[in-house]
Nanobody, 115 residues
Framework: QVQLVESGGGLGQPGGSLRLSCASSRSIFILKAMGWHRRAAGKERELVATITPGGSTTYANSVKGRFTISRDNAKNTAYLEMNSLKPEDTAVYYC?????????WGQGTPVTVSS
């Protein structure tokens, strides 16, 4: 079992920045991967970014160059640094972890980008 707790969402301004955190109850070394997904109102869930134990990252084209996924092994925490925010980034953001063949999700943290 892995419990994931997200934090850091809220209101951001267009062009501004927010940082999301995802704290894992298990060592992130044992996780196959961690990632961030988002779901905007009326839309399907979208993969935003992933990071492997080796540090390899992938990004959705819509956030490439603006968002950065990272992790702090000592804190068992992954982060999503979101810069140059756009209104279309408004969504509920979910942290995901993969352990063995199981996928775990956080409760989600809402992000609203508006002036």
């Amino acid at each position: 079992q892995v419990q994931l707790v997200e934090s850091g969402g809220g209101l951001g301004q267009p062009g501004g920045s927010l940082r999301l955190s995802c704290a894992s109850s298990r060592s992130i070394f044992i996780l196959k991967a961690m990632g961030w997904h988002r779901r905007a109102a009326g839309k399907e869930r979208e993969l935003v970014a992933t990071i492997t134990p080796g540090g390899s990252t992938t990004y959705a084209n819509s956030v490439k160059g603006r968002f950065t996924i990272s992790r702090d092994n000592a804190k068992n925490t992954a982060y999503l640094e979101m810069n140059s925010l756009k209104p279309e980034d408004t969504a509920v953001y979910y942290c995901q972890a993969v352990l063995d063949k199981n996928i775990y999700w956080g409760q989600g943290t809402p992000v609203t980008v508006s002036s």
